[in-house]
């Protein structure tokens, strides 16, 4: 079966960086796009990033945008996100999602597959 599998969380202090990984398994990794996604606590889901299935296209939230890289390995089934001068907002549990498309997703409701997510915490 399908597994993404989200590491890489803990507690940060604010302007700290902290790298997400997310390995799939289960299937063509190389075939499917790649979102990040949040839940802050006592809010809604919200969209941080996509990268299309090769990496050569990303897309960003506008809270994301210049601060967060999304990238991947399709040798090792991975993609990234590299999130810098972090924010005590930027506390969530983040949650890595796939799906096989070819255009750019920005919405929960368009990814197929979904991490069980890891825990950030930046600290003022």
């Known amino acids: 079966q399908v597994q993404l599998v989200e590491s890489g969380g803990g507690l940060v202090q604010a302007g700290g960086s902290l790298r997400l990984s997310c390995t799939a398994s289960g299937l063509p990794f190389s075939s499917y796009a790649m979102g990040w996604f949040r839940q802050p606590p006592g809010k809604e889901s919200e969209f941080v990033g996509y990268i299309n299935f090769s990496g050569g296209t990303t897309y960003y939230s506008d809270s994301a945008k210049g601060r967060f890289t999304i990238s991947r390995d399709n040798a090792v089934n991975t993609v990234y996100l590299l999130m810098n001068s972090l924010k005590p907002e930027d506390t969530a549990v983040y949650y890595c999602?796939?799906?096989?498309?070819?255009?750019?997703?920005?919405?929960?409701?368009?990814?197929?597959?979904w991490g069980q997510g890891t825990q950030v915490t930046v600290s003022s």
């Open positions: 999602a796939a799906d096989y498309r070819r255009t750019v997703a920005s919405r929960s409701s368009d990814y197929t597959y």
